[in-house]
């Protein structure tokens, strides 16, 4: 058995119980299913809103955070790892970097890790030369000062 809500032609509201679906549209359809209230016949099923209020945009709303896509989320994490690394692991030279670069490339100073600004034309530069620099990823750019 199903139960309905259903709804008459002058709004009354009252509850019938069916086999099925269908048996509910054929005794709709022979005029044997009637209003409590006025006796009509032009009865029909009440649209029913399931009662999901509240809760369901809470979880909608969790649901949308579980949707930013883990790889852009993984990227960024990573990419804060090494910034994190390098920042940890290598010596900060400002705007020095390129002729540290070129330094330590040439031999001129003690082998060690830098990380620092270099304009694009310096990187350009250093790599023609063959000296390794890497962009380093993320972050909000360091001040210049
Ligand atoms: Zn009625």
């Known amino acids: 058995m199903i139960r309905y809500a259903l709804l008459c032609e002058h709004q009354h509201e009252f509850d019938g119980w069916f ?3 269908a048996g509910f549209e054929a005794q709709a359809a022979s005029g ?3 209003c409590p209230v006025c006796g009509s016949a ?3 099923k009440a649209l029913m809103a399931p009662g999901l209020g509240r809760g369901t945009k809470k979880g909608a709303k ?3 955070i579980s949707t930013v896509p883990d790889a852009a989320q993984k990227m960024s994490m990573m990419m804060l790892a090494l910034r994190k690394h390098v920042e940890e692991n290598c010596d900060y030279v400002g705007d020095k970097f390129a002729e540290e670069a070129r330094r330590i490339h040439y031999g001129e100073t003690e082998q060690h890790d830098i ?4 304009t694009p034309d310096e990187a350009l530069e250093l790599i023609e030369e ?4 890497a962009p380093l990823p993320v972050g909000p750019p360091r001040r210049a000062n």
């Open 130 to 133: 063959g000296v390794e620099v």
């Open 32 to 34: 044997d299913v009637v």
């Open 115 to 118: 990380y620092g600004e270099a």
């Open 42 to 44: 032009e009865v029909r």
């Open 19 to 21: 086999p099925s679906s």
């Open 62 to 64: 969790r649901s949308d």
